[in-house]
């Protein structure tokens, strides 16, 4: 609803200002709505370093699809809950699978770990990192490795999430 409703507000705006004055100014101040990309491979300014951030929602989805870095890379990697509803409702995470890991059977596995942060005891050897559940307004920054060239899976542990919230980690 809230996104018809910023659809409604930039036509109106766009339609209020093009009304009088030049048509430079009336382009200028028209707000457009942009969509998120698929995909991120961002890398700061240091060789070796790569700097990812991805959102979460109470929509149940990540706003990214891919996640690329380097191999050998030192992945900085911040997840950040844009929700609203209680973590105990809507809680996020993220969590990345070494290959030939089964994504469902470890979320499976995973959503009956509450008291474990929704990660599968006697199974880390499975996971190549991960964040904390997180709730409304929340973020978390994790520092870790980049594995080498490959694609791997990455997802919601919460119960229920991982249908919608997975994606691929690709290291090229």
Do not use: W
């Not at 009336?26 to 700097?51: C, L, Y």
């Not at 844009?82 to 699978?97: C, Q, R, S, V, Y």
């Not at 890991?101 to 474990?116: F, G, V």
């Amino acid at each position: 609803m809230k996104k018809y409703t910023l659809i409604f507000a930039s036509a109106a705006v766009g339609f209020l200002a093009s009304c009088g004055g030049n048509s430079e100014t009336a382009q200028e101040s028209t707000p457009t709505e942009t969509t998120a990309p698929e995909s991120t491979e961002t890398t700061s300014g240091e060789e070796g370093i790569a700097e990812l951030t991805i959102e979460s929602n109470d929509d149940m989805k990540y706003n990214l699809k891919t996640l690329e870095v380097k191999a050998g890379d030192q992945v900085i990697l911040t997840l950040i809950n844009k929700g609203t509803m209680p973590k105990e409702a809507m809680g996020h995470n993220l969590t990345i699978l070494k290959q030939g890991i089964d994504l469902e059977e470890y979320a499976m596995a995973a959503s009956k770990a509450k008291d474990n942060g929704y990660q599968v005891k006697g199974r880390e050897g499975d996971v190549i990192a991960h964040t904390k559940i997180l709730g409304p307004g929340e973020s978390e920054t994790i520092t870790f490795n980049a594995p080498e060239v490959g694609t791997y899976k990455f997802l919601c542990t919460f119960p229920a999430h991982y249908g919608l919230m997975q994606g691929d980690f690709i290291v090229k």
